[in-house]
């Protein structure tokens, strides 16, 4: 029987990946991951969260108490507030001053689930760490493959692209070859205490609060003119980190009988005016990119190779893109994308593929019509 420790979240995904892992007859424990601590992160910043309530991962970790006692696991709960902070938080609200987007689940999955969490797991004797993330592991003799999970619209790999062979070889996914209605219904016929629980919504440290008014605790606001592209002022924004490219909700611009009747759409940034770009139409030109460079990419096996046709998403969920790339040197790439791509976004990944094999990703950094630099 190999040892396997798993992260028990108290959501319904990770439950049943316990259950799968148990019922295969491993050696299963489980770990709780406390990764965030309102009292202790706003010491380090001298600011108070005003939303210290109860933090959601209190209530999570009541709710793998409960799983793991009725699949009589012993559970482990572990701190990684430090790790969390120093890798994760603080890389976040960096990309957020420079006016990018980022995307903490993908740095959480590199540095804690499968760094800090890895560690943990081999001081306590595992041969293997399990996560409830929809994505498979092919595991041969010399390399392991990273693969699409079986259910299309909950494919997670696109959050996995900066994993390390090293870390790889040592990840199993236990609900990868499931889909969601399936997942549910072994948690119901189980009777699993999280059987009907709702999927968690936003950013994990953040839970169901209001974003906007938990990044006003961190990052100063700086409210701006809100411009269309040809530089005529419509309208105020509250700060440009509160946006991000190809958004439409929450903008505030009403309507006139000087526009067309279109919706408006973010479609560029000006941090030297601190301006927000703004057009009209989901189809915008000014959204419209066909190649962009990105930095800090990772393989997870093989090296990519120059001018190879693969496919990319350049956000979850996105249909597969065709993609070319070169390298540029040791830490950029060039990703060129002829069909063209609507709203690539700086601070967001690209991840690679090759039919279901994840190959890896990169951190996108500045987007191009032709020869033109987009203001993202």
């Known amino acids: 029987m190999k040892k396997v420790i798993l ?15 148990k019922d295969e007859n491993y050696d299963v424990e489980a770990m709780f991951m406390r990764n965030w601590d309102s009292a202790t992160n706003n010491d380090i910043l001298g600011n108070p969260d005003l939303n210290n309530d109860v933090c959601p991962q209190e209530l999570d970790y009541q709710d793998a108490v409960k799983v793991a006692e009725q699949l009589n696991v012993p559970l482990h709960r572990i701190d990684f507030i430090e790790e969390y902070w120093d890798m994760v938080f603080t890389y976040f609200l960096n990309e957020y001053k420079s006016g990018r987007t980022p995307n903490p689940d993908i740095m959480c999955n590199k540095y804690i689930k499968f760094n ?24 041969e003799k010399d390399k392991s493959y990273l693969l699409r999970g079986v259910d299309d619209n909950k494919d997670q790999t696109y959050f996995l692209c900066m994993l390390t062979q090293a870390q790889l070889k040592k990840a199993l996914f236990p609900i990868g070859h499931l889909t969601k209605p399936e997942v549910r219904k072994i948690a119901a016929e189980a009777n699993l205490y999280t059987a ?3 999927d968690s919504t936003g950013i994990c440290f953040i839970g169901e609060r209001n974003f906007k008014e938990f990044l006003k605790n961190y990052l100063p606001a700086k409210p701006g003119n809100m411009v269309t592209p ?22 505030g611009i009403g309507g006139s009988n000087e526009f067309k009747s279109e919706a408006w759409f973010v479609c560029g940034k000006d941090l030297e005016k601190n301006e927000l770009i703004v057009g009209q139409g989901h189809d915008s030109i000014y959204l419209e990119s066909n ?8 393989w997870i096996c093989d090296p990519l190779l120059e001018d190879h046709p693969y496919t990319a998403k350049f956000r979850y969920r996105q249909k597969d893109i065709p993609v070319t790339m070169k390298y540029v040197d040791e830490n950029t790439i060039q990703v060129f994308y002829p069909g063209l791509c609507r709203a690539v976004t700086p601070g967001q990944a690209v991840v690679f593929y090759d039919g279901e094999i994840c190959l890896g990703g990169a951190i ?3 987007v191009y019509y032709d020869e033109e630099r987009r203001k993202y």
Do not use: P
Request: glycine share 14%.
């Open 364 to 366: 996108i950094d500045q």
């Open 116 to 139: 800090a969490f890895l560690k943990k797991a081999d001081s306590l004797g595992a041969e293997y760490i399990a996560m409830g993330h929809y994505a498979r592991v092919r595991h």
């Open 230 to 251: 040809e530089g005529k002022v419509i309208g105020k924004h509250d700060g440009l980190m509160y946006y991000t490219i190809g958004q439409r909700k929450g903008l």
């Open 7 to 21: 992260g028990l979240s108290g959501g319904v995904d990770s439950s049943v990946a316990l259950k799968v892992l």
């Open 291 to 298: 190649w962009c460079t990105a930095k800090d990419f990772n």
């Open 196 to 198: 009907a629980k709702k």
